[in-house]
């Protein structure tokens, strides 16, 4: 496959190591960097470990973006690689913004992947700060999908980041063939001894909000906590059957930000049974553990 691309006014071209030195002052530039999840670049050296870790990231695919009659590259097109859905990455020098070089660049980037790798969708992950790169998903033809808590490895806090996407029939402007199953979330369903005294737990010791309660007396029920309907951390709980014995055998993962000390605390003084401690793990979570009344496992992670 050709990986050169040609549009009206860019050359795309494989980015090479030795783009280094003209594409440092860009990774340097503070406003540029502003949205990226990494600090802007001290050194060229900097700029050049990044793109050789880009570079043999598998099954990534990366452009230097070209003004076309020149080989000095202005920006980068990719795609990312070992992500669950393929996404689409750009950065342009700031010289060049309010062009529409960035969507010229873009609309090539997305041909080559619908056309020669095959892809039948792509995703843009767009920091909901960044108003620029909404316009660009807009102009594209993108789609908003949904907005996912997102953590930059130099900052604290988390923000949302939204998430844009797009299928291939879209970009061709074709119907979709045949209607497929869609998968939007999942929401865990704990048994309880008790329902009503489980549902009390959730929401006096943990700070959970009742969402519903079935029955009369209740037999089923949903909590959750966030702030946001879409990125919230959903539980239904249900009652288990006369002498029925729980043994349960696995346990939840809940991902919150950064202030998971405080959280802990809150639960010790709420006297939640606690398993363990805040404690930084090998994988890049911070994590602390607690059972809820019928002994399940809940454990609470974030980013480190």
Avoid at 28 to 56: C, E, S, W
Avoid at 67 to 87: F, S
Avoid at 198 to 226: N, Q
Wanted: hydrophobic share 40%; aromatic share 12%.
């Amino acid at each position: 496959m050709d990986r050169i691309l040609v549009t009206e006014r860019l050359r795309l071209r494989p980015l090479t190591r030795e783009d280094a030195p003209a594409l440092f002052p860009m990774f340097n530039d503070g406003p540029t960097m502003r949205f990226m999840p990494i600090l802007p670049h001290q050194t060229v050296a900097d700029t050049g470990a990044y793109l050789t870790k880009q570079l043999n990231m598998p099954g990534a695919v990366n452009w230097a973006i070209c003004l076309r009659d020149t080989d000095e590259p202005i920006g980068m097109a990719d795609y990312l690689g070992q992500t669950r859905v393929p996404g689409l990455g750009y950065i342009i020098r700031r010289d060049q913004w309010g062009k529409g070089i960035t969507v010229e660049a873009c609309r090539a980037a997305l041909d080559y992947g619908f056309n020669e790798m095959g892809l039948d969708r792509v995703e843009l992950w767009i920091e909901e700060g960044n108003a620029a790169s909404r316009r660009v998903a807009q102009k594209l033809g993108f789609r908003f999908k949904g907005r996912i808590a997102s953590k930059f490895v130099h900052r604290k806090q988390y923000h949302q980041a939204f998430v844009y996407g797009m299928r291939v029939n879209e970009w061709r402007g074709e119907a979709v063939a045949t209607a497929v199953p869609q998968f939007f979330h999942t929401e865990p369903v704990l048994l309880a001894k008790d329902l009503a005294e489980a549902v009390a737990f959730y929401r006096d010791k943990l700070g959970f909000h009742v969402d519903f309660l079935y029955g009369d007396p209740p037999t089923h029920a949903g909590v959750s906590r966030g702030e946001w309907t879409g990125a919230l951390a959903a539980i239904q709980l249900t009652q288990a059957p006369p002498d029925y014995e729980l043994k349960p055998s696995a346990y939840l993962q809940i991902f919150v930000n950064s202030e998971i000390d405080a959280l802990f605390e809150t639960y010790r003084a709420n006297g939640v049974k606690l398993i363990s401690e805040p404690t930084n793990q090998p994988w890049g979570l911070r994590e602390f553990a607690i059972r809820d009344l019928n002994g399940h496992q809940l454990r609470f992670a974030t980013l480190i």
